[in-house]
């Protein structure tokens, strides 16, 4: 009884404490020996790249499959919208916690910065941002991991056309749900070696911009990600399945968190995501279309980041940050620069000159939040990636009712 228990113990938690040793070790060799850190990045590079390649393909195959094979079109209605109702519920919840906070303890507190003259680049209109966040003017540019959700639209009609022309019986629909086949065996692969791939990465970070990761910005932004995960994951999980949802959420997060710190991309997480809802027992057609939507559109996390950074630009510019209009300008632009994100690393850089142009600030601005936004942005794309399994379950309890989690729980033990 006891082999029992300890193999389901390592069956369980056997990936995650392996992909942490990685991590912590790779962390270990870029504070001892950051130049031997920055000589195996190639090894992360690899890893990154190879989760990279599968993401659009799984992105693509698993929207499709699930609308294409889903009869009951009023239960994919409820799923959208129960999928945008809880974005933005989550999103606003975020925005106003991040206020409160930059009120309370300002970012830029004590901070003093040599402005360096910066080129910020002529900003988009908001109709010229609006058709390139929802479209793309070539069939290849789809396949770009950059234009995420253009591909999720796209994704979701094909799915629609695939209902309409036979469903899952169809040959289409027998393929895609063959193709989503391969492709989790394939990332199941891929993540065989994780705990290499990103220790190598991490070493590379840690060798890099280690020394930098501190001051008030930094204190700042890392205590906010934190209390925001301990306080409001743990409500979210409660309102989706009370405290059977707590424990589940407790015990399947920590992979697709660690996993996005370790990546900084919401997009690269979304294989480790899908295997948490599949052990929490989010429904199939669920989560196929909530991850996907949710590395893009849900960024919980990326409001956070956007919001503080504004906050303390205000401060360091010596502006006052304060009134009703001001407040409700930083939740709109923090909700539209994390929108562009698109779930790939480094991609704020958009999301960073939208800042600067809207409020105004001197271009001297951009490269103070560009290096800010990259060097935070693993604590963002944290709560970003794996709150898209949360918002999952909160879908779920939508869609299905409050007994869901019981409801899984038994299907799973009739099947073994």
Same mark, same amino acid.
């Given at each position: 009884?006891?082999?029992?228990?300890?193999?389901?113990?390592?069956?369980?938690?056997?990936?995650?404490?392996? !992909?942490l040793?990685? $991590?912590?070790i /790779? =962390?270990?060799i %870029? +504070?001892?020996a950051?130049?031997?850190?920055?000589?195996?990045? *190639?090894?992360?590079?690899?890893?990154?790249?190879?989760l990279?390649?599968?993401v659009?393909?799984?992105?693509?195959?698993?929207?499709?499959?699930?609308?294409g094979?889903?009869a009951?079109?009023?239960?994919?209605g409820?799923?959208?919208?129960?999928? !945008?109702g809880?974005? $933005?519920?989550? /999103? =606003?919840?975020a %925005? +106003?916690?991040?206020?409160?906070?930059?009120n309370l303890?300002? *970012?830029s507190?004590?901070?003093?910065?040599?402005?360096v003259?910066?080129?910020?680049?002529?900003?988009?209109t908001?109709?010229e941002?609006?058709?390139?966040?929802?479209?793309?003017?070539?069939?290849?540019?789809l396949?770009?991991?950059s234009?995420m959700?253009?591909?999720? $639209?796209?994704?979701?009609?094909?799915?629609?056309?695939?209902?309409?022309?036979g469903?899952?019986?169809?040959?289409?629909?027998?393929?895609?749900?063959?193709?989503?086949?391969?492709?989790?065996?394939?990332?199941?692969?891929?993540?065989?070696?994780a705990?290499?791939?990103l220790?190598?990465?991490?070493?590379?970070?840690?060798?890099?911009y280690?020394?930098?990761?501190?001051?008030?910005?930094g204190?700042?932004m890392l205590?906010?990600?934190?209390?925001?995960?301990?306080i409001?994951?743990?409500?979210?999980?409660?309102?989706?399945?009370?405290?059977?949802?707590?424990?589940?959420?407790?015990?399947?997060?920590?992979?697709p968190?660690?996993?996005?710190?370790?990546?900084?991309?919401?997009?690269?997480?979304?294989?480790?995501?899908?295997?948490?809802c599949?052990?929490?027992?989010?429904?199939?057609?669920?989560s196929?279309?909530v991850?996907?939507?949710?590395?893009?559109?849900?960024?919980?996390?990326?409001?956070?980041s956007?919001?503080?950074?504004i906050a303390?630009?205000?401060?360091v510019?010596?502006?006052?940050?304060?009134g009703?209009?001001?407040y409700g300008?930083?939740?709109?632009?923090?909700?539209?620069?994390?929108?562009?994100?698109?779930?790939a690393?480094g991609?704020?850089?958009?999301?960073?000159?939208?800042i600067?142009s809207?409020?105004?600030?001197?271009a001297?601005a951009?490269?103070?939040i560009?290096?800010?936004?990259?060097?935070?942005?693993?604590?963002?794309?944290?709560?970003n990636?794996?709150?898209?399994?949360?918002?999952?379950?909160?879908v779920?309890?939508?869609?299905e009712?409050?007994?869901?989690?019981?409801?899984?729980?038994?299907?799973k033990?009739?099947?073994?």
């Open positions: 009884m006891a082999n029992l228990q300890k193999k389901s113990f390592w069956q369980q938690y056997g990936n995650l404490i392996l !992909i040793s990685g $991590i912590l /790779g =962390a270990l %870029g +504070v001892v950051p130049n031997f850190g920055t000589t195996i990045k *190639p090894i992360g590079d690899i890893f990154l790249n190879l990279f390649t599968i659009v393909p799984l992105v693509f195959v698993s929207i499709a499959s699930a609308v094979g889903m009951n079109m009023k239960r994919l409820k799923i959208l919208g129960g999928t !945008i809880t974005f $933005i519920f989550t /999103g =606003a919840i %925005g +106003v916690c991040v206020l409160v906070w930059v303890f300002s *970012p507190a004590g901070t003093t910065i040599e402005l003259a910066s080129e910020v680049g002529e900003a988009q908001a109709g941002l609006l058709v390139s966040s929802l479209t793309v003017s070539d069939f290849s540019d396949w770009d991991k234009n959700l253009p591909l999720i $639209i796209f994704a979701i009609l094909f799915g629609f056309c695939v209902s309409a022309c469903g899952e019986q169809s040959p289409m629909g027998k393929l895609l749900a063959n193709l989503n086949d391969i492709i989790m065996k394939f990332v199941g692969i891929i993540m065989l070696v705990p290499i791939g220790g190598a990465y991490f070493a590379n970070l840690v060798a890099t280690g020394p930098e990761i501190i001051g008030d910005y204190r700042s205590v906010l990600c934190a209390l925001y995960g301990v409001f994951f743990p409500l979210y999980a409660f309102l989706a399945g009370g405290r059977r949802g707590v424990a589940a959420m407790v015990k399947n997060i920590l992979r968190a660690v996993t996005a710190f370790a990546t900084q991309s919401s997009a690269a997480t979304i294989p480790v995501n899908k295997e948490a599949d052990s929490i027992g989010v429904p199939k057609d669920v196929d279309l991850l996907p939507m949710g590395c893009t559109m849900h960024m919980d996390g990326s409001v956070l956007s919001i503080t950074k303390f630009l205000y401060g510019f010596g502006m006052d940050f304060s009703a209009g001001t300008m930083a939740i709109v632009v923090a909700i539209l620069s994390a929108f562009v994100l698109s779930g690393p991609g704020g850089l958009v999301g960073e000159m939208l600067v809207m409020f105004n600030f001197p001297e951009f490269p103070i560009a290096t800010l936004g990259f060097l935070f942005d693993p604590a963002a794309t944290c709560l990636a794996s709150g898209d399994t949360i918002a999952s379950m909160l779920t309890r939508l869609v009712g409050k007994e869901w989690l019981a409801k899984a729980a038994a299907a033990k009739s099947r073994v």
